[in-house]
């Protein structure tokens, strides 16, 4: 199973350990010396740079792998179909060699490499599909078959990379193309534009009701990250799928020919209903739970729920309602992050506690690590002499 993984399967483990060990220690749980036992038996041995380095090594290397495509494609005098094939072999197997003899994880230039090899695949696909298709290759309108089959490669295509390199950008982009290729799929049916948005929500339920399951499996730690992006996306999707806005311009840009306004659709009282009520849905379940996910969905479920209504019902003037609703939305989040600070009513503004219970044998294996560990210094206390120099301070003892 290790063989599937790009990346070795130990440094997201390490990784959730010492981030528990973190948290316990900045509430009291762990003293010093139990942390720095725990950082000690769950090593981070990979390559990870800040925020900032990381984008800048994202960019270097988009630039720099664009730049070795263009010469190459130069000494293949611009052949397409052979620079394509021949810079997707030479990325992949760079791609490999960086991340097993560089040992980075997810450190911007791995990234890149990854998002280009994906991009080149998908261009290769759309070329054989549209361009080497035959008659009528060119339409690539929704609800044909030729969409459908470049859906279909394309979401086999980021399956693969997701279930490798478990990256959350390609596991949402996976997560949306499923969502499409279903949808393309409707449209070729009688009824497939009635039964779409009802289809779509049902689906988006039961893809967060399986991510939830897999998130709580500890055997899933490699995917813990994406798991935790596509629940929230797959809230979003639920919510979107029944939104008015969305299936009223939707349907609209379905329908033939050009028109100036989107006509009424049917069921419209409805699909007010749960845009209206999806977002109270979500913030009490979010509350209950209690749970940030349901949370932050809920707040921006409802925030896209007032657009929609001043999309097709202007109260006040755009100036005027944005100024008073960014007023009111400061006040309440400064209020409710000081009320909540202590927590009350079970919520807390506090960090989420929430992955704690996942690692509670690796926690148990790290208290009893640092209960054994000596304290440094704690008998013989600070003594001076018997140290060493040499190489301007670069040896190994002090």
Same mark, same amino acid.
């Given at each position: ?32 010396? %139990? ?178 399951? %897999? ?141 704690? %219970? ?24 600070? %003594? ?15």
């Amino acid at each position: 199973m290790s063989r599937l993984y790009a990346y070795n399967p130990a440094w997201p483990h390490h990784e959730a350990i010492q981030a528990q060990a973190t948290r316990w220690h900045k509430r009291g749980l762990l003293t010093p010396a %139990q942390l720095s036992a725990a950082q000690a038996a769950f090593p981070l041995d990979f390559y990870r740079p800040p925020l900032l380095l990381r984008i800048g090594l994202f960019l270097f290397t988009v630039l720099g792998a664009l730049a070795g495509a263009g010469l190459l494609g130069m000494l293949l005098q611009f052949n397409f179909l052979g620079t394509l094939i021949t810079t997707l072999v030479i990325g992949g197997a760079v791609l490999e060699l960086v991340i097993s003899g560089k040992r980075l994880y997810h450190s911007g230039a791995d990234n890149a490499l990854l998002y280009l090899e994906l991009l080149g695949i998908g261009a290769l696909i759309l070329y054989l599909v549209y361009e080497q298709g035959g008659q009528g290759a060119h339409d690539p309108a929704l609800g044909t078959w030729r969409l459908h089959w470049a859906l279909l490669l394309t979401l086999a295509v980021l399956l693969l990379a997701t279930l490798r390199y478990a990256d959350r950008l390609v596991a949402t982009a996976a997560y949306l193309n499923a969502l499409l290729l279903l949808g393309n799929l409707l449209l070729m049916l009688p009824l497939g534009t009635m039964l779409l948005p009802f289809v779509l929500c049902a689906a988006s339920a039961g893809a967060y009701l399986w991510f939830t399951r %897999q998130l709580r499996q500890p055997a899933r730690l490699y995917y813990h990250r994406c798991l935790q992006l596509l629940r929230g996306a797959a809230l979003g999707t639920a919510y979107l799928a029944v939104n008015y806005w969305a299936v009223r311009e939707g349907n609209a840009a379905l329908l033939p020919g050009y028109l100036p306004a989107s006509p009424q659709i049917p069921l419209a009282g409805l699909f007010y209903l749960l845009t209206a009520g999806i977002p109270l849905f979500y913030l009490a379940g979010g509350l209950r739970r209690p749970d940030r996910t349901w949370l932050w969905l809920g707040l921006l479920t409802a925030a896209f729920s007032v657009f929609t209504l001043r999309y097709y019902r202007s109260v006040l003037p755009a100036p005027w309602a944005a100024t008073l609703a960014g007023a009111l939305l400061t006040a309440v989040a400064v209020w409710a992050t000081r009320y909540l600070h202590r927590g009350r009513h079970g919520l807390t503004s506090a960090a989420d506690a929430a992955d704690d %219970q996942q690692l509670n044998l690796e926690s148990l294996v790290v208290a009893q690590t640092a209960h054994s560990a000596p304290a440094a210094g704690a008998a013989a206390g600070v %003594q001076f002499g018997g140290g060493h120099s040499g190489g301007g301070g670069a040896s190994a003892d002090y």
